[in-house]
Nanobody, 123 residues
Framework: QVQLVESGGGLVQAGGSLRLSCAAS????????MGWFRQAPGKEREFVAA????????YYADSVKGRFTISRDNAKNTVYLQMNSLKPEDTAVYYC????????????????WGQGTQVTVSS
């Protein structure tokens, strides 16, 4: 069992930065691939970024590539999403998730989800 708690969301102006954190409980955190997803009002949940259990492989949605960076610290049971050059279209609730299948872009392949943190980017 893995419990995930996101933090770091908030209101930021376009062009600004935020860093999201996702703290995981459980001693098996390092066995899971981790991902970030987001859901804007009236839209389906979409993949943002994923990282392998070792941190050696990362994947990004085209919409955030070059602006967002996913990383993890297995000693702290935490995964991060550094978001730079934020745009109003990045406004959404951001969720972290853990997958026993390692690195995947598909939300149904994730086993555990956090409660989400709101990110709002003003123009």
């Amino acid at each position: 069992q893995v419990q995930l708690v996101e933090s770091g969301g908030g209101l930021v102006q376009a062009g600004g930065s935020l860093r999201l954190s996702c703290a995981a409980s459980g001693r098996t955190f390092r066995r899971y691939g981790m991902g970030w997803f987001r859901q804007a009002p009236g839209k389906e949940r979409e993949f943002v970024a994923a990282i392998s259990w070792s941190g050696g492989s990362t994947y990004y949605a085209d919409s955030v590539k070059g602006r967002f960076t996913i990383s993890r610290d297995n000693a702290k049971n935490t995964v991060y999403l550094q978001m730079n050059s934020l745009k109003p279209e990045d406004t959404a609730v951001y969720y972290c998730a853990a997958s026993a299948l390692s690195t995947t872009r598909t939300d149904r392949e994730y086993d555990y989800w956090g409660q989400g943190t709101q990110v709002t980017v003003s123009s």
